[in-house]
């Protein structure tokens, strides 16, 4: 069965620091996605990025990279120089190719980043 | 820019009573979901709908639940018989194909008194 596990309830940072929020992922097929939302305190959910399982490079945009390794079954995200606007939950998800595509959402990580 | 869109923003209702939360999903997309999320909790999977048919549904996802695509934009999710535990932000999404990123619409706040 699928799941995703994000360890880290709630983190604090102080602007400008690095902050890394952790995702690890269960599945049995060999082709699923990846996903990384935000979900400020405005409650929308906001696209961030999507991996397929056979593309492990990683990826920079602006502030933001993701570490993807398979052998570990882990999908990272990485906030370089946090600003306050930062501030959210973030979500890790999983969609896998033998399902209709859905997302299995972890719990989510809450970052307050401290002016 | 193309976006999700959802109506009501909130909706208050007693228990018992039927609800219809209404989605436009972006327009040349196929695939649509709805996913609702507990206060505070994470965000699930309720059902997919591709080409005039569920594709998909959870197990939250019981008799009191259908959807709908009456026309060519509108996309409905009915609740026959509200509970109190159907309290919860749904939010619908859209994707071009699947396996594609889903576009998420700002969500309708459901109350049920």
Redesign the interface.
Known sequence: AQKVTQAQTEISVVEKEDVTLDCVYETRDTTYYLFWYKQPPSGELVFLIRRNSFDEQNEISGRYSWNFQKSTSSFNFTITASQVVDSAVYFCALSEETGANNLFFGTGTRLTVIP | EPEVTQTPSHQVTQMGQEVILRCVPISNHL?F?W?RQILG?????LV?F?NNEI??K?EIFDDQFSVERPDGSNFTLKIRSTKLEDSA?Y?C?S?LA??????????TRLTVT
């Open positions: 695939y979901y996913y909790q994470k965000v699930e999977f997919s591709y594709s998909e959870s932000m939010f999404a994707a699947g396996m594609y990123e889903q576009y998420f619409g700002p969500g």
